[in-house]
């Protein structure tokens, strides 16, 4: 799940996908020893935590003291093609909680299967929803996002 969501971070980001997994696990068993209600409930506070870690990530590098919009220069010629699409955390952020005070079914879907790479068959039997309303629920999301 963080090697897909560390692949999906945009290119002049540096988090590695065991930077992403460590920093998780800290923070969902590091201070307090935390008990799971369901496979459901484990997977939605693993995708809460690693969106808050690439969300305080992007924060970070958009300050001012850190260069904030500056362009990264090419320090030699080559050119390297990347084909996964880059993605706006910030942006992805605010549109989430828009669609979380809309529908928290709905967001929760969206953060399952963006943060954690959860199929649809998966995120409806983690959220007790049909794969039909699942489907559905996942393209209303995307449009609104």
Excluded: C
């Excluded at 706006?88 to 669609?99: C, K, T, Y």
Aim: proline share 3%; hydrophobic share 40%.
């Amino acid at each position: 799940m963080a090697h897909a969501m560390a692949a999906r971070e945009r290119s002049d980001r540096t988090i590695q996908a065991t930077d992403l997994v460590h920093e998780a696990y800290l923070r969902l068993f590091g201070k307090s020893a935390s008990e799971w209600n369901s496979r459901a409930h484990f997977f939605s506070a693993a995708a809460q935590a690693m969106r808050r870690i690439l969300v305080e990530q992007a924060r970070r590098h958009a300050t001012a003291r850190r260069g904030g919009g500056r362009q990264r220069e090419p320090i030699d010629d080559v050119t390297i093609t990347v084909s996964v699409q880059e993605v706006d955390l910030l942006a992805l952020d605010e549109a989430l909680d828009r669609l979380e005070r809309e529908d928290p079914t709905k967001a929760a879907l969206v953060k399952l299967r963006y943060f954690t790479g959860m199929t649809i068959p998966q995120v409806a039997e983690a959220l007790d929803i049909s794969p039909k309303t699942a489907d559905r629920y996942w393209a209303y999301s995307r449009v609104q996002l």
